[in-house]
């Protein structure tokens, strides 16, 4: 009886400790509206700030969602928080507007600051989004902690498209 207790215990905290061990990675991160917020809050330098805020630029440009009309980005994040850009093929697209970034590392300390763009969103009109859908509860100048994957760009676009024809309506009766 004492050695199946033992054992029993054993196998329990082995099994908190895989567990633990299997928590996805965290980052923490620090919340700025612009470059002026980033500066002010003393945690970086300003060129720190200025180069963190244009990499999120850069980020934003290269990866945020597009739509092909305003309503779509409308109905996604909200409206006048979407801005049309030229494409390369003449016509217009539309993209988020990028409303802050956050400076984020690795709480293993091992890698460098990043920086990614942030957004609002239709579902959570006060708060912030990540460009991978993240929601964060956090405000401008706030740190908060979250899961790695939510610091990387989302380099999956959104497109929207339009379906007509068969589908479109049904009905029916019955006998």
């Not at 923490?28 to 805020?53: P, T, W």
């Not at 440009?61 to 979407?82: E, H, K, M, V």
């Not at 984020?104 to 460098?112: A, E, I, K, Q």
Request: aromatic share 8%; hydrophobic share 30%; glycine share 10%.
């Amino acid at each position: 009886m004492k050695r199946s207790k033992a054992v029993a215990l054993s196998l329990m905290s082995v099994s908190a400790v895989l567990l633990q061990a299997c928590d996805e990675p965290e980052a923490e991160a620090q919340v700025y509206k612009d470059v002026r917020n980033c500066i002010d809050s003393g945690e970086l330098s300003e060129q720190q700030c200025a180069a963190l805020f244009q990499q999120a630029v850069s980020d934003h440009l290269r990866d945020a969602p597009r739509f092909a009309n305003r309503d779509d980005c409308y109905t996604q994040y909200g409206a006048n928080q979407c801005q049309a850009f030229q494409s390369s093929t003449g016509g217009s697209i539309w993209m988020p507007l990028m409303v802050g970034f956050m400076a984020s590392r690795m709480l293993d300390n091992v890698s460098g600051r990043n920086s990614s763009p942030l957004y609002r969103s239709s579902s959570t009109p006060n708060g912030l989004r990540t460009a991978s859908g993240f929601d964060l509860n956090s405000g401008y100048g706030s740190k908060t902690k979250l899961p790695e994957w939510a610091t990387q760009p989302n380099r999956a676009r959104t497109q929207t498209v339009s379906r007509g024809g068969f589908g479109s309506r049904s009905s029916g009766f019955g006998g």
